[in-house]
């Protein structure tokens, strides 16, 4: 590999660390430096809430801190030792919080799963990592499967009646099972004296985090405490968060981007964090938080914005809705300021009225969904990592007086921003998909600095793999401009080279369809015809906007067809001829999707059926499941 030009912000950091070491400016760099700090800085401050039965359960960093050491200390009186996995299987909430920072300060480490995983995920999970003991809910407890709990020496089950609804499986008769609550409880002064004499140094293990990211293969990803610190340390010191923020947190903790902000950036800057689960309840939590952050996920935001459309119009109310955009556009063309915020005053009201911005991150957003958002006045922060990197590598840095000010994030839509502070962002060449830096401008991304992945968890080949000498390779494809700004243009593996040469990125077309109306899911992918490599797509189509753009109430295979194909010429009026999508298939069933809902492309068949009636089965199917977002979102809506 030939390491092609380089764009840098901030300083790289020294590898070396010992368990006493912080940063230079005192910062962390280990968890229970992370919590001590928290205690001694914000004391009785609630640094993190949540709503059960009625009932706020609020920590302070003190409270924080005292909890966490007592689980801590029940660990090990149990039987925990540095080093020792723990899996945690289980919903968003207080426990999951305090359960993560026991286990990483008694030297253990957390193995975070996600808790709709099915048997042989999770048992395959469980069994890799070597765990010797889980926590886990009772629904999940019923999924993980005999042979990955035969290994396990204790299971401590979440919920109040967890208890009596997991003990009754023949598997879990040879296991001891404890009630989470009763953790604490079995405490010893030798198991606290054990915990505060704990060595934890910045290179030890924290997690282990399995991804299999969109095309199969799961490995697991090894981060250490350093390379926490290190991204909370980066990224606090980019975007401008504060003691005053209130952070709303609906995405599952498991995935290292919410970790990092929801676990890391949260309490360190004394923030508040709310943790919600059920989208039904947002609505109400939002009245009552009032968050100044909000983080998502491109489906999530993607959701929201059509169902906030959707709301108004049932409400009879899109002809002002329409005019406000107007108002809206026409004042920013003429001056440059966004009077969003003033037009949309009641929309913003109903997202609790103090909503500085939110952060995207996960998987690439859709310039348009931005654009939409920042015409209400609301604006979506663009940030872009790997697991691998714990996981930020760059972000849109968050000014004011720009985006109300200038159409400086309108130009810079599509892109992730420059590299955070302490991480270095560079090209390589991709000689077997004949990129070349020199050449083209772009490569693939490599980063590099002490928020980088030691490794995979006994995946040597993986590791090496993965990297060019200290720097990671992201298998993102991109180019770097003058200010900085990365732009991710796909990814190495999926670049499809055609027979003349010429590549085509399926995440330029994919990024096009998915702007249609019409186009549920899609995903661009490279097929043989008449021995010719060629973009294909398959699609999963919106039943409501084709029958809508037909006119009719039912459709036939070859009326969805003829829809579908004509949305495809439309968005490719301004695609070089060699990109364009030469055939489509149709599929009756959403596409498969990973947990923060891209799609899945290593689970892409070779063929897809298109059956008229399994199509509006399913999409009645994908409707009910929107139901609660909907629901939630019709309070947003002016």
């Not at 964090?273 to 489906?299: H, Q, S, W, Y």
């Not at 006119?551 to 060699?578: F, L």
Request: glycine content about 8%; overall charge negative.
């Amino acid at each position: 590999m030939v390491l092609g030009k380089l764009r840098t912000l901030g300083v790289p950091q020294d590898a070396e660390g010992t368990a006493a070491k912080r940063y230079d400016d005192g910062s962390p760099q280990t968890f229970p430096q992370f919590l001590d700090d928290i205690r001694r800085n914000y004391g009785d401050k609630v640094v993190f809430q949540q709503k059960v039965r009625r009932e706020w359960q609020r920590l302070s960093a003190r409270d924080l801190h005292a909890r966490t050491y007592e689980l801590a200390a029940g660990l090990v009186a149990l039987g925990l030792k540095q080093g020792d996995r723990v899996a945690m299987v289980f919903e968003n909430g207080l426990d999951w919080v305090c359960s993560y920072y026991a286990i990483v300060v008694a030297g253990g480490v957390a193995v975070p799963m996600y808790y709709e995983l099915q048997t042989a995920e999770l048992s395959g999970m469980i069994e890799r990592s070597e765990a010797t003991m889980a926590i886990a809910s009772a629904k999940v407890l019923g999924r993980i499967g005999q042979a990955a709990l035969a290994p396990l020496d204790i299971i401590f089950t979440v919920g109040s009646d967890a208890a009596a609804q997991t003990t009754s499986p023949p598997e879990l008769e040879a296991r001891q099972v404890i009630p989470i609550e009763e953790l604490a409880s079995r405490a010893t002064d030798e198991s606290r004296r054990t915990v505060a004499a704990t060595v934890v140094a910045p290179d030890d293990l924290a997690s282990i985090v399995f991804t299999s990211g969109t095309t199969g293969g799961m490995k697991g990803v090894m981060l250490t405490h350093k390379n926490f610190m290190s991204n909370l340390r980066s990224v606090r010191t980019s975007i401008a968060f504060s003691e005053r923020d209130r952070i709303m947190m609906v995405l599952p903790m498991h995935h290292v981007f919410p970790f990092t902000v929801a676990m890391g950036v949260g309490p360190a800057v004394g923030g508040e964090v709310t943790l919600e689960n059920d989208l039904r309840r947002i609505r109400d939590r939002m009245a009552e938080v009032k968050p100044t952050v909000f983080i998502g996920v491109p489906a999530l935001f993607e959701l929201m914005y059509r169902n906030i459309v959707h709301s108004i119009e049932a409400q009879g109310r899109k002809e002002t809705f329409d005019k406000g955009l107007r108002i809206a556009d026409a004042t920013k063309q003429r001056t440059g300021i966004n009077i969003g915020r003033i037009v949309f005053r009641e929309l913003h009201k109903r997202l609790g009225g103090s909503l500085r911005f939110m952060v995207n991150g996960g998987a690439a957003l859709n310039p348009q969904v931005a654009m939409n958002f920042a015409r209400l006045g609301v604006l979506i922060i663009q940030g872009w990592g790997l697991t691998e990197s714990a996981p930020v590598l760059t972000a849109q840095r968050w000014n004011p007086r720009k985006f109300y000010m200038s159409n400086y994030y309108e130009e810079h839509f599509g892109t992730v921003g420059p590299a955070v502070e302490g991480v270095e962002v560079g090209l390589i060449d991709v000689p077997e998909k004949e990129l070349y830096v020199h050449l083209h401008g772009e490569g693939e991304l490599v980063a590099r600095g002490d928020n980088i992945t030691p490794g995979y968890w006994r995946g040597e080949d993986a590791t090496k793999a993965a990297k060019v000498d200290e720097w990671l390779r992201t298998g993102d494809v991109g180019r770097i401009d003058d200010e900085g700004n990365v732009w991710i243009t796909g990814r190495s593996k999926y670049v499809i080279v055609l027979d003349s040469g010429e590549k085509v990125h399926p995440d330029e077309l994919e990024s096009k369809l998915q702007r249609s109306p019409l186009v549920e899911d899609v995903v661009v992918i490279a097929r043989k015809q008449r021995g010719k490599t060629s973009p294909w797509a398959v699609i999963y189509p919106n039943r409501d906007a084709v029958l809508a753009r037909l006119g009719v109430d039912d459709a036939s295979e070859e009326d969805v067809r003829r829809a579908i194909g004509a949305e495809i010429a439309r968005n490719e009026d301004d695609v070089a001829s060699y990109k364009r999508i030469t055939d489509f298939m149709l599929t009756d069933v959403p596409l498969p999707k990973t947990a923060l809902r891209k799609v899945a492309r290593g689970q892409i068949a070779d063929s897809y059926a298109f059956d008229v009636a399994r199509w509006q089965r399913s999409w009645a199917d994908l409707l009910a499941a929107a139901a609660a977002p909907d629901d939630v979102e019709e309070a947003a809506t002016a």
